[in-house]
């Protein structure tokens, strides 16, 4: 070792100051397998350009997405008891939704935002999926009815967008008393006479499923998004047969009827717009 590299290196790294490069500048696509760089992805709204897979999205990102550019404002939603039954497993309930506060800067597992997407009024409420898996809890059926109340008095249509793992375990019952309560509250909006349009996102399961998500007046999913009510594994376990290929996938369920349609996310706005106009109560008197 010479004094170039012992003296005069270190003190050159220490003049000019030694960068570290972020370890988030690339992402692998699950499907596959291309390095993607950040700017890329986001720019196209985190779907990979060689294979088109959807990659999951945050809640805030589907609102930058799916609204007009700075035109929507976030609402804050009814607070709800933290912990209804003091639950624990290997942590205390209340120990969970701090961390995944701390992680997400979020509530809870919903955002609900009014403004305009392609300059008409819309309420939407996104589950985020990174909260906890989506985890329907009092809050998110507090939210989805929030976004209801919002849509009437607004005389709005409202548009939901998916994404949970279903019940949230650490509510017991009052978690699964969400899945009536959300039920109720879309068809407070329907009864008004606006459009209840929903998108499931990769992945939809369990009780979300089996309530609000599968009640849309039109329904859309991104491609390739899982959307079942129980696992695969469960259903062959059960019926004790093979399941078909490409089964609870977006794909499948619109060649059998459960979707109206499958559409790219970079084209999700422009088809909402689109409905929206077609859905909505003017253009029907126009008509």
Not at 88 to 94: H, I, L, M, P, V
Not at 98 to 125: N, P, W
Not at 209 to 214: K, L, P, Q, V, W
Not at 270 to 275: C, D, F, G, V
Request: proline share 5%; with cysteine; glycine share 8%.
């Amino acid at each position: 070792m010479s004094w170039l590299t012992e003296v005069v290196r270190p003190k050159i790294r220490n003049l000019l100051g030694r960068r570290e490069t972020p370890d988030n500048l690339w992402h692998q696509c699950p499907a596959c397998q291309q390095m993607l760089f950040h700017r890329d992805l986001e720019r196209n709204q985190k779907v990979c350009p060689h294979c088109g897979h959807h990659l999951r999205a945050e809640a805030l990102e589907r609102l930058r997405w799916t609204f007009d550019e700075k035109s929507f404002t976030r609402i804050e939603l009814p607070k709800v008891p933290l912990d209804p039954l003091r639950f624990r497993d290997q942590k205390k309930y209340t120990d969970r939704l701090k961390e995944a506060r701390d992680k997400t800067k979020l509530d809870d597992a919903v955002v609900v935002a009014h403004g305009t997407i392609g300059g008409q009024r819309a309420v939407v409420a996104v589950l985020a999926f990174e909260f906890m898996g989506g985890s329907m809890g009092a809050a998110v059926g507090e939210g989805i009815v929030a976004a209801a109340r919002l849509a009437v008095l607004q005389k709005a249509p409202l548009i939901v967008f998916t994404s949970s793992g279903g019940a949230r375990m650490q509510e017991g019952p009052v978690s699964l008393m969400q899945m009536p309560r959300t039920t109720i509250a879309t068809q407070l909006v329907k009864e008004a006479g606006l459009p209840f349009i929903v998108v499931l996102a990769d992945p939809t399961t369990g009780g979300v499923t089996a309530s609000f998500a599968m009640l849309g007046d039109i329904q859309i999913a991104e491609p390739g998004a899982m959307i079942a009510f129980a696992g695969a594994r469960v259903i062959e376990q059960t019926v004790r047969e093979k399941l078909p290929e490409g089964f609870q996938r977006a794909e499948y369920l619109l060649d059998h009827g459960i979707l109206d349609m499958v559409v790219r996310r970079t084209e999700m706005r422009e088809t909402l717009a689109r409905l929206i106009g077609l859905l909505s109560p003017k253009a029907a008197i126009a008509a």
